[in-house]
Every structure is written in structure tokens, then in C-alpha cells.
Nanobody, 123 residues
């Protein structure tokens, strides 16, 4: 069964850090680009970051550049999103999604999605 599972979310104070993980089962994650998306209440889903299948390409949404870092360890079938200097505006449910090889700007291009993990940034 193909499955992506996010973990690492939680409650953190502004300025704090979290590391999200996206673990895959039933597929070889090394063949896929992984995007991290988030959706805050009342807002549309947005793509936060993406990494290509071989880590040769990464990108970040403007508001997280310099604060978030995406990485992957294909041997562990896992992709990470290190989130530093968190802000209340980062509060959202975070999802990872997989697409063959290369990143895409279009949500519909991603074949597999996880269930999401809640990130709340609040004092």
C-alpha cells in the first residue's frame, strides 16, 4: 500500500524550530520529487518547498526562504523540512506529496499525499 506519513508537527513558540518528516511506504521515494504544502484555516493550500528526486533542485515559497530547509535521505525513504525562526503566520496543517522525479508548481501533478501534521506557532 502506497503511503506518505508526516510527523514532527506540534506547538512551538515564535522564533522556535520544528523538523517535519515525510516517510514513505510502498514506494521508493528516491524516484519522486517531494513537495511540502500547507493550508491554514480559511486559506488556500500553498506549496512551501519542493525537492527533486535526486536533490538536484530545491525551491521555497518567498515567505519561508532563509528559514526553512528541505532535504532528503533516500536510503531512509524520508524527506525532511527543517523549519526555523517560526512565525505565527506559519501555523497550518503541513502535507507532503510525491510526484515522479521533478517538482511542479501545480498541486494536481502530485500523485500521492499524506494526511498532514498540524503546526501551531503561538506564545
Amino acid at each position: 500500500q502506497l503511503q506518505l506519513v508526516e510527523s514532527g508537527g506540534g506547538l512551538v513558540q515564535p522564533g522556535g524550530s520544528l523538523r517535519l518528516s515525510c516517510a514513505a511506504s510502498g514506494l521508493i521515494l528516491g524516484n519522486y520529487a517531494i513537495g511540502w504544502f500547507r493550508q491554514a484555516p480559511g486559506k488556500e493550500r500553498e506549496r512551501v518547498s519542493c525537492i527533486s528526486f535526486n536533490s538536484g533542485y530545491t525551491d521555497y515559497e518567498d515567505s519561508v526562504k532563509g528559514r526553512f530547509t528541505i532535504s532528503r535521505v533516500n536510503a531512509k525513504n524520508t524527506v525532511y523540512l527543517q523549519m526555523d525562526i517560526l512565525e505565527p503566520e506559519d501555523t497550518a496543517v503541513y502535507y507532503c506529496a510525491a510526484r515522479i522525479r521533478y517538482c511542479s508548481n501545480y498541486d494536481n501533478d502530485y500523485l500521492y499525499w499524506g494526511q498532514g501534521t498540524q503546526v501551531t506557532v503561538s506564545s
